[in-house]
C-alpha cells in the first residue's frame, strides 16, 4: 500500500498573514492526520477524523510533538557554487571574477556536474527544502545533471543553462546561436518529465550581448509558461556598469523589458537598488523580485526594502532565498533571519508568520505553482517538511518558554538550521531520514 497517515501538529497558511494577531491567514490542528496516497495529500484535519476515514491497515508514521508544514521552497541559488559558499572578496563582481567563474568552468565535465548534483540536492533535503529554483552553468552538462538528479528524486525542480556570451572566461561562453539551441534542447529534455521545470536564464545583462538577449527573448516568446530567471540591481557598480553597456535603456529594469523578458513568470534575482520606475515597471508585469538576505549581506549588496516593495500602491510580488553560493546557508530558517534582522535595519518588522508564509505558500505562488505546492491542502502534493522547535539544548531550553505558536516559529527561525528539521518528505515519501551518510 502506498498510502501512509503522518500524526503531527499541522500548520498551513491561507493567506499573507496581515500581522502577528492574524489568526484566520492559518490553518492549524494541534493533534493533526495527513493522509497521503501515490505523494498525493488525501485529506489533512483533526487526527482522529483523518484514522477513521483511512484505511483500517493504513501507514502511521507519529511526528508528535513536532510541527507538519509544507516543505520549504528556495527560489534564486547557484547549483554550481557549492565548492564557491564562504570565498573571500570584497564585492559581487570581484566575487565573481575571482571565485564564481573559475568554478562553474569544472561543470563542463559531466562527472563533475553529477557528483556535486548528488551533494546539492542531499543539502536542500537535510535543510527542509523540497523545491528550488537553480541556475546551472553554461554547459549543457549541468542541465542535464540537474535535472536527472532532480528525476531521480522525484522533486518538483525549476532550472536552466545559463546564457552567457561575454564578460566571462573563455570557458564560460557560448553564443547567441548556442545558447538559443541548447536551451531548446534542455526545454526538449526535461521540461515537463517527471516534476521538472525549465527556466529561461540569461545570466545577467553585463554577460550577454544584445544579440544574446534577443535570443533570450525569443525563447520567451516561444515558450511563453516557462519561467525567466536572471540578476536585477544587486550592487551599484553593476547597476553603472551594466547601464554603460546598454546606453539605449532608460533603466537597468528596461534592458529587460525591451527584450520581452518582463513578465509574471520573472524570477529577478535581488532587486535591492530599484528606482521607483523600476519597481512600477515590476508591478505592472507582475515580475517577482527575489529577496537573498544572507548573499546580499554577505556581499555587502545592500539592505533589500521587502515592507516598502509589499506596502506601495503599486505592490511588487516578493519571493525570499538563499542564493547559494553568494548567500552562506542552505537553510531558509537561516535566511528568513537574516531577512528579520535587514528589516530591523530599515526600521521594519518582520513577523514569524510572515516568514514562514514566505518560505512556504508564498515562494508557491511567486513560481506560480501554489495549485500543487504550498500548502496542507487535499490535492497538493505531499511535499513536508517536520519541524522541531527543540533539536538543540539551547533550542529545549528556550522551548521551556515559549507559549504560542508565533513564538515557536521565531524560535525556530531565529535558532534553527538543519538540525531543526526532523524529517523532509518528497512526494510522500521520508527523504531526510534515507540520505546516504557519507
Not at 563542463?108 to 551533494?119: C, K, L, N, Q, T
Not at 561562453?173 to 521540461?191: C, F, G, K, M, N
Not at 544574446?212 to 515558450?223: I, K, R, V, Y
Not at 511567486?366 to 496542507?376: F, K, M, Y
Request: charged residues 20%.
Amino acid at each position: 500500500m502506498t498510502m501512509i497517515l503522518l500524526r503531527g501538529r499541522l500548520l498551513s497558511f491561507r493567506h499573507t498573514p496581515h500581522g502577528i494577531d492574524d489568526t484566520g491567514s492559518y490553518y492549524f490542528e494541534a493533534d493533526g492526520g495527513l493522509l497521503i496516497d501515490k505523494g498525493v495529500i488525501q485529506a489533512a484535519g483533526d487526527y482522529a477524523t483523518v484514522k477513521a476515514g483511512a484505511p483500517d491497515d493504513v501507514a502511521e508514521i507519529h511526528h508528535r510533538p513536532h510541527l507538519i508544514m509544507p516543505g520549504f521552497i528556495d527560489t534564486h541559488l547557484h547549483f554550481p557554487q557549492m565548492q564557491v559558499i564562504g570565498s573571500y572578496a570584497a564585492n559581487l563582481l570581484e566575487w565573481l571574477n575571482t571565485y564564481t567563474f573559475p568554478e562553474e568552468c569544472r561543470f563542463v565535465e559531466s562527472a563533475h556536474a553529477d557528483r556535486i548534483a548528488g551533494h546539492f540536492y542531499d543539502e536542500l533535503i537535510r535543510h527542509g527544502t523540497t523545491t528550488a529554483v537553480a541556475y546551472c552553468s553554461v554547459h549543457k552538462a549541468s542541465a542535464d545533471a540537474y535535472f536527472a538528479e532532480a528525476l531521480r528524486r522525484g522533486m518538483c525542480m525549476v532550472g536552466g543553462k545559463v546564457m552567457m556570451d561575454r564578460n566571462a572566461p573563455q570557458g564560460l561562453l557560448d553564443t547567441p546561436q548556442t545558447s538559443y539551441d541548447e536551451t531548446r534542447q534542455v526545454i526538449a529534455d526535461w521540461h515537463g518529465k517527471g516534476r521538472n521545470h525549465v527556466a529561461i536564464t540569461p545570466r545577467f545583462a553585463i554577460t550577454s550581448t544584445p544579440a544574446q538577449m534577443e535570443a533570450a527573448g525569443a525563447l520567451a516568446s516561444e515558450f511563453p509558461d516557462l519561467h525567466i530567471q536572471t540578476h536585477l540591481s544587486e550592487n551599484h557598480d553593476e547597476i553603472r556598469y551594466t547601464c554603460e553597456l546598454y546606453p539605449e535603456a532608460i533603466d537597468y529594469t528596461d534592458i529587460y523589458a525591451r527584450y520581452g523578458l518582463l513578465g509574471r513568470k520573472t524570477l529577478f534575482g535581488h532587486c535591492i537598488h530599484l528606482s521607483d520606475r523600476e519597481a512600477d515597471a515590476m508591478s505592472e508585469a507582475e515580475a517577482v523580485a527575489v529577496h537573498c538576505p544572507t548573499s546580499n549581506l554577505f556581499l555587502g549588496s545592500g539592505l533589500f526594502p521587502l515592507k516598502k516593495m509589499r506596502a506601495r500602491e503599486n505592490a511588487v510580488r516578493v519571493a525570499v532565498a538563499t542564493d547559494i553560493g553568494g548567500g552562506s546557508s542552505y537553510s531558509m530558517l537561516r535566511t528568513m533571519d537574516e531577512a528579520y534582522k535587514i528589516q530591523q535595519l530599515l526600521g521594519e518588522r518582520l513577523n514569524p508568520l510572515e516568514s514562514f508564509h514566505l518560505m512556504t505558500r508564498g515562494n508557491a505562488e511567486a513560481l506560480s505553482l501554489s495549485q500543487r505546492l504550498g500548502t496542507l491542502e487535499p490535492g497538493k502534493d505531499a511535499d513536508l517538511v517536520v519541524l522541531n522547535a527543540a533539536a538543540t539544548p539551547a533550542m529545549a531550553l528556550k522551548m521551556e518558554v515559549v507559549k504560542a505558536l508565533t513564538e515557536e516559529l521565531f524560535l525556530l527561525q531565529t535558532m534553527g538550521d538543519d538540525r531543526a528539521i526532523a524529517e523532509t518528505y518528497v512526494a510522500g515519501r521520508p527523504a531526510k531520514s534515507t540520505l546516504r551518510q557519507s
